[in-house]
T-cell receptor, first 110, second 113 residues
Framework: RKEVEQDPGPFNVPEGATVAFNCTYS??????FFWYRQDCRKEPKLLMS???SGNEDGRFTAQLNRASQYISLLIRDSKLSDSATYLC???????????FGKGTTLSVSS | GAGVSQSPSNKVTEKGKDVELRCDPI?????LYWYRQSLGQGLEFLIY????????KSGLPSDRFSAERTGGSVSTLTIQRTQQEDSAVYLC???????????FGPGTRLTVL
């Protein structure tokens, strides 16, 4: 199993749709989880941390399932501006850095 | 406030030359990271600095790669005798602690001809 794995997509959805991405991780001892957004030829930008109890930020909801070792990101009421690549990140075994998935591409169309 | 800055934004070099990439982290962030991202690939961890502790160099791909962090702030990543496979975007990030997430600079796009 790869350390952090994501479905590359692309996910093509219409405006207003709800879309969800999953990300699986292999290290059961991982403690820190994040979702990043990366636009084409730009740096990743921190979207949100993922907390054990789940957390919400506007239209975005992140959840953690420790038993099955995955995190998820739900986007409600998709906007054109949500089109981007979404990267999940999990701390490495040493706790010194993040391991990133290769990203899931989302394309929202009108 | 000011984010992470990196220079140069683009660097084109010839195979065999040495290059230096610079990163200026967010003020007050004690942790600094270097990653690289090749076309269509994920981010690959290179090196991590935390305060005055010994850096975690476990991600450096070869001994041609080295990095320094002077005075707990600015960092330089040096690649000696560059090879074509070194072509990538080199990203620097900083954080106040791993639990708070990392904040990335705009990257240096390195092209080795």
């Amino acid at each position: 199993r790869k350390e952090v794995e994501q479905d590359p997509g692309p996910f093509n959805v219409p405006e207003g749709a709800t879309v969800a991405f999953n990300c699986t991780y292999s290290n059961s001892a991982s403690q820190s989880f994040f979702w990043y957004r990366q636009d084409c030829r730009k740096e990743p930008k921190l979207l949100m941390s993922v907390y054990s109890s789940g957390n919400e930020d506007g239209r975005f909801t992140a959840q953690l399932n420790r038993a099955s070792q995955y995190i998820s990101l739900l986007i409600r009421d998709s906007k054109l501006s949500d089109s981007a690549t979404y990267l999940c990140a999990v701390n490495n075994q040493a706790g010194t850095a993040l391991i990133f998935g290769k990203g899931t591409t989302l394309s929202v169309s009108s | 406030g000011a984010g992470v800055s990196q220079s140069p934004s683009n660097k084109v070099t010839e195979k065999g030359k040495d290059v230096e990439l610079r990163c200026d982290p967010i003020s007050g962030h004690t942790a600094l990271y270097w990653y690289r991202q090749s076309l269509g690939q994920g981010l690959e961890f290179l090196i991590y600095f935390q305060g005055n502790s010994a850096p975690d160099k476990s991600g450096l791909p070869s001994d041609r790669f080295s990095a320094e962090r002077t005075g707990g702030s600015v960092s330089t990543l040096t690649i000696q005798r560059t090879q074509q496979e070194d072509s990538a975007v080199y990203l620097c990030a900083s954080s106040s602690g791993l639990a708070g997430g990392q904040f990335f600079g705009p990257g240096t796009r390195l092209t080795v001809l």
